[in-house]
């Protein structure tokens, strides 16, 4: 697009100007990942059914999806006609995230729930496309416009999976552009210790290997703009073994960070996989980084499904492959973090219905396909559940094992 920073210049402008940081502090809070990446044909993105399925192609037999999403508050504006239908022939249609009433439903949903932000995901292998980047930036705009109606925070991720080292000065560009189109001025932006932050997600991962002389750059790129950084990092990073590249200089790469955030989702599948995490991993990590003036930040989740992702790549996957068990096992994450002394929480994802792990509402009734069973518990089930896990984190409930009462 043509005068890319004019045009986000002239949006944050429209949204108005922050006079005061509204969110000084990651410290209490529980927030939660934002993909933003589902696109449904007609929406005018003119993308398709971008992370649906194939394209014109998606059909019950052919999705990308796991879970069915709760869409009976959308309004009829918000809703695509999809291939899909009920049972008795009803028609089954889908929601896109480039409609802005239904981000700003999505951070309402945030703000009922007691969920204090989220961290949306910028892709940097999307940004590299001038198509793709006007679009992942439509929903940009539309996700800080509904943080600061619905009083959130807002966090831009950066995701470098699949981005060739020599590419990562773009990711640093792109920053830039965004800084000085505003996005550090919004009353939404999450700060940490007096700076803005920013997310950059994949360093140190053994299956997505780059050079460390480049994240040394990029990280110090970012942090001359004057942001704080968090970094997306392998489950095993402090012992340099299963998920995580073996080289020790990764941690001197890491002390350029401000807050760590290791990725555990499939790492683990049982309560009990969580308490053993909790006190082998988490507690020594956060002893690392407190004695390294670091903050820690702990990912959950409240369950994984990949099946029919899996399918149309020809791979097997069971259905429902990490149940969530009424929500017991994403509590049983957070009571694990909380005993390891976290005092934040990452819950992944909010939106992600095509790896099972959305906490948005979802279950009811499903149409005809291959969909996980939610239906023994509310819609909002795993939303109100997150919001009482920072309720627990600041104390305010007790952190027992036992699910809180609704």
Not at 14 to 40: C, I, M, N, S
Not at 65 to 71: I, T
Request: proline share 7%.
């Amino acid at each position: 697009m043509r005068g890319l920073c004019a045009t986000l210049c002239c949006v944050w402008a429209a949204l108005g100007a922050a006079d005061e940081v509204r969110h000084p502090t990651l410290a209490g809070k529980v927030v939660t990942g934002y993909q933003g990446w589902f696109r449904a044909e007609g929406d005018g993105t003119g993308e398709g059914w971008v992370h649906f399925g194939p394209g014109k192609r998606l059909s019950p037999e052919a999705c990308a999806f796991d879970l069915w999403p709760d869409l009976s508050e959308l309004t009829p504006e918000e809703l695509r006609p999809s291939p899909f239908q009920f049972a008795d022939g009803r028609p089954a249609p889908l929601f896109s995230s480039a409609h802005p009433a239904t981000v700003r439903r999505h951070f309402r949903w945030m703000k009922d729930h007691g969920i204090d932000g989220a961290f949306v995901q910028r892709f940097g292998v999307e940004i590299l496309r001038e198509q793709k980047r006007t679009s992942v930036d439509l929903v940009l705009a539309h996700c800080a416009a509904a943080a600061e109606a619905e009083g959130r925070s807002l966090t831009v991720m950066y995701d470098l999976s699949g981005l060739k080292a020599e590419r990562f000065p773009l990711i640093a560009a792109d920053w830039r552009r965004l800084v000085a189109a505003g996005q550090t001025r919004r009353a939404c932006a999450q700060y940490h210790q007096g700076k803005p932050l920013v997310a950059l997600w994949g360093l140190g991962f053994k299956d997505r290997p780059a050079d460390l002389k480049e994240w040394t750059a990029l990280l110090t790129d970012i942090r001359a703009t004057g942001a704080a950084v968090m970094v997306g990092i392998p489950t095993y990073w402090r012992e340099l073994r299963q998920d995580s590249i073996a080289d020790p200089a990764l941690h001197e790469v890491l002390r350029l960070a401000d807050v760590l955030s290791p990725w555990t989702v499939g790492r683990f599948g049982t309560p009990a996989g969580a308490a053993k995490l909790g006190r082998e991993v988490w507690a020594p990590d956060r002893a690392w980084c407190d004695a390294r003036g670091k903050a820690y930040l702990p990912v959950i989740f409240p369950g994984f499904s990949w099946r029919n992702l899996s399918a149309l790549r020809g791979q097997e996957a069971k259905l429902d492959q990490i149940p969530r068990l009424g929500g017991r096992f994403l509590w049983s994450q957070a009571v694990a973090a909380r005993e390891a002394g976290a005092r934040t929480l990452y819950v992944a994802m909010f939106d992600e219905i095509d790896e099972g792990t959305a906490i948005m509402k979802c279950g009811g009734p499903r149409p005809v396909g291959n969909f996980v069973d939610l239906s023994d518990v509310p819609s909002d089930h795993y939303l109100w559940l997150s919001g009482q896990a920072g309720r627990m984190l600041r104390g305010e409930i007790p952190a027992g094992p036992e699910l809180p009462r609704r």
